[in-house]
């Protein structure tokens, strides 16, 4: 109920239910507190005055008196008293006896509401209009209508509230989706009105974005392919240098165009992994416990793990474990690496520890983003900040995470959550 309570729909066809109400509950209060005579007395003394010219004089006989009175028979029902509070006479339906106490012009109740005009002469002319049963209607039938008519409102009301309401549900999860990385996202355009023009907006602007964000990804993945050639060409030359260069020279130049090309390797990988969502290769069951030893052994670390198989891409789990353990080498400060493979509930988890110097607080989230590299590190300890960004990456394409958690005794501890199935 709470979960519905916040949906956009709900609280303004709410609010709408509750105005009706509202309306109802002082258009019933209305009419209790301001009945027929409220709204005509200010017509008594006008009545009053007119009552006086037409009505025979105080002299005449009773018989005119009453023809008098008579020519109001189909309007009201008529009472005329002398000033003496005497009854002179009388049309229609029988009225309320004048009250001795009445002084002036006012109303007696009842319904429909019973006035006494007191005339210019001292006489009194006690009176009720005529209405037809139909113009009364009682309090419960009054209620019965108002809920009728917001019944009607609301049912009309809510398939309106609702279309507008789900085109920005629409649009919301398009945003999102959006956001994910789904740049080919669009909205369909509905109507004419601000929704409507919103959602081309987003269209515009996510086309825009797409356009922008292939090419970026086209320059760059072209860019690190290109690459490979002069590299190549460098990596030979070196090989060629003559017999007398010395070889702390020739060990530096390899080792620099080796890390240029781990650099355009994994710059192409995550171009790779930015431009493609084919999910194809995650369908495919890995022995995750083999690969994990396989690179465990490759950079002397200490395994323990369970057996373990999952559907995934075998070269990108094999890329994360990978970076994983050479992060751990370059920055363990030569410790030992520890590796543990293990089941958790429904989900896999892989924890690369080492006793370096570990990840600030404040940095342990940081170190995720491309290119970025701890305050204070030096080149020479190597790596280019792609290495934990490709990690999370291909965690995330396998439907898991990486999280860095500080080690007890020191060190830090980078943790890869995946699902099982």
């Known amino acids: 109920m709470l979960s519905l309570s916040r949906r956009l729909y709900v609280r303004i066809y709410l609010a709408l239910l509750l105005a009706l109400g509202l309306t109802a509950a002082l258009f019933a209060a209305a009419w209790q507190l301001s009945p027929e005579k409220a709204r005509t007395g200010a017509n008594l003394d006008a009545f ?19 023809a008098g009175l008579a020519r109001w028979r189909p309007r009201a029902d008529l009472t005329l008293y002398s000033a003496e509070r005497t009854k002179l006479a009388e049309v229609g339906e029988a009225l309320p006896p004048l009250d001795p106490a009445q002084t002036s012009s006012g109303w007696l109740g009842g319904r429909p509401p019973v006035f006494a005009l007191q005339l210019e002469d001292g006489r009194w002319l006690v009176g009720a209009r005529k209405h037809s049963p139909r113009r009364y209607l009682p309090m419960p039938g009054l209620a019965a209508a108002l809920a009728l008519i917001a019944l009607a409102v609301g049912l009309a009301a809510f ?78 030359a070196v090989e060629l240098l003559p017999t007398a260069t010395p070889p702390t020279l020739q060990d530096e130049m390899t080792r620099d165009i080796a890390e240029l090309d781990q650099l355009i390797a994994e710059i192409l990988l995550a171009s790779r992994l930015d431009a493609t969502t084919d999910d194809a290769p ?50 363990g400060e030569g410790s030992a690496i520890d590796v543990t493979l293990r089941r958790v509930d429904d989900a896999i988890s892989l924890s690369v520890c080492d006793r370096g110097p570990g990840v600030p607080e404040a940095e342990r ?57």
């Open 365 to 421: 989230e940081k170190i995720f983003a491309a290119f970025y590299r701890l305050p204070g590190g030096r080149e020479r300890d190597g790596g280019i900040g792609l290495g934990l960004s490709l990690v999370r990456q291909i965690a995330r394409r396998h439907g898991g995470d990486v999280t860095c958690l500080p080690r007890g005794g020191g060190g830090s501890c980078f943790v890869v959550t995946l699902p099982q199935h």
């Open 159 to 236: 398939p309106v509230v609702r279309r507008l309401t789900r085109r920005l549900e629409r649009l919301q999860q398009s945003v999102e989706a959006l956001g994910a990385g789904q740049l080919s996202t669009r909205v369909a355009v509905e109507g004419n009105d601000e929704v409507a023009q919103l959602a081309s907006s987003f269209n515009r602007s996510a086309a825009h974005i797409e356009i922008l964000v292939q090419a970026q990804r086209s320059l760059l993945a072209n860019a690190s392919h290109e690459l490979r050639s002069p590299l190549a060409r460098l990596r030979m």
């Open 48 to 66: 009053a005055e007119i009552a006086s010219e037409a009505l025979p004089p105080v002299s005449a006989s009773l018989a005119e008196q009453q």
């Open 282 to 331: 995650l369908r495919e069951p890995v022995d995750l416990t083999a690969l994990v030893a396989d690179e465990s052994t490759r950079a002397g670390a200490q395994l323990a793990s369970a057996d373990i198989t999952l559907r995934g891409d075998a070269t990108l789990l094999r890329r994360m474990v990978r970076n994983l353990l050479d992060n751990a080498r370059r920055y």
